[in-house]
């Protein structure tokens, strides 16, 4: 990633500034392309690749998406902030934490080629393809799950309709593992050291290619305040936390050389008061609203009951 001072950014004292706009741009992780050699050979996690007409393909490896958030992690992402009225600017940093995560994989596993194989017990001893009850609080812990089911609601049973079962499996890929966090944001460790706790038992999400995960995959990262320079006293607007929906397949978003960011495709916020994000000068208001509605589509799409999600949404600011 580019090194630069947060104070390198614009910081436009016009009326049409957007401190929102500001805080998706530095929050979008670019990731180097890499070039895949398509050969028919099994990867570590027991991926199996097929020999296709061309010899290579662009995208990138988990791994290396990971390794864009390193130094975030470590230090929070430095985001500068118009304060209101033009009266000074901040530089906020946000510290990103795992919210929730989805792999699918457009072919199956040499472990478990057949999508109808077992199901594995996660953590809290529920089935893996149920997304949890909603009854849990930000004091329980948190439930990784993983198998090779596809996105099914916990209703749904293996032999209650096959047919509706390939179907999915045809839209959304198989089921390599799914996190939902439940503890208190105050309990989280960054991004980061999450992941890297979690790969020691599911290596593909080091291992896993861009263009081998379906376009359903996707991850949610949970964004809150730490601190900010110089420090702003009595700006309660500051406060404000965001998660934040990325994708985590390349084979919708085309093919080039050199980078690629992966911009969230939704958002949804918390504690956000006042115009100091949403200026009404701008789109701010219209777009906040689509992408928390796109937040709510994509994970009913998908019937998975993120926490996080259901958290920011019973908070929000109550209209008259």
């Known amino acids: 990633m580019p090194v630069f001072s947060p104070w390198d950014l614009p910081m436009p004292f016009a009326s049409n500034h957007s401190n929102l706009q500001c805080f998706l741009r530095c929050i979008t992780p670019v990731v180097p392309i890499r070039l895949l ?37 470590a230090y929070g992402v ?10 000074g600017a901040v530089v906020q940093y946000y510290s990103p934490s795992l919210s929730a995560l989805q792999i ?27 997304h949890g009850s909603g009854d849990e609080i930000y004091n329980s812990s948190s439930s990784p799950s993983s198998s ?22 045809d839209q959304c890929g198989y089921l390599y593992y799914q996190y939902n966090e439940m503890a208190s944001p105050y309990d989280r460790v960054p991004l980061l050291e999450k992941i890297n706790e ?16 379906s376009p359903y995959s996707w991850m949610a990262i949970a964004w809150y305040p730490v601190y900010q320079i110089p420090l702003a006293r009595n700006v309660k607007e500051l406060s404000a936390c965001f998660l934040t929906y990325h994708p985590l397949s390349s084979l919708s978003q085309g093919s080039k050389r050199g980078d690629i960011s992966l911009p969230p495709f939704a958002v949804v916020t918390y504690k956000m008061f006042g115009t100091l994000w949403i200026n009404p000068e701008t789109s701010d208001h219209d777009t906040i609203i689509c992408q928390q509605t796109a937040a709510s589509s994509w ?5 998975f009951q993120h926490h996080d999600f259901d958290f920011f949404m019973s908070r929000q600011p109550q209209k008259h």
């Not at 050699?37 to 099994?42: A, F, I, M, R, Y």
């Not at 430095?78 to 009266?87: C, D, E, M, S």
């Not at 979690?198 to 995960?213: A, C, I, N």
């Open 37 to 73: 050699p398509k050969e028919c050979n099994q990867t570590s996690s027991g991926y199996l690749q097929n020999i296709e007409e061309e010899d290579t393909i662009d995208g990138f490896t988990l791994s290396d998406l990971w390794h864009s958030y390193t130094e975030w992690s």
């Open 78 to 87: 430095a985001v500068p902030i118009v304060l209101n009225n033009g009266g």
């Open 104 to 130: 699918y994989t457009t072919k199956p596993f040499s472990s478990s080629f057949s999508a109808l194989g077992s199901m594995e017990k996660s953590e809290n001893g529920s089935c893996s393809n149920d």
């Open 148 to 169: 090779n089911c596809s996105c099914l609601s916990s209703e749904t049973t293996w032999d209650d309709d096959f047919a509706t079962f390939s179907q999915t499996i």
């Open 198 to 213: 979690l790969g020691k038992h599911y290596p593909g999400l080091f291992d896993l290619h861009s263009t081998e995960v």
């Open 299 to 303: 994970l009913r799409q998908l019937q």
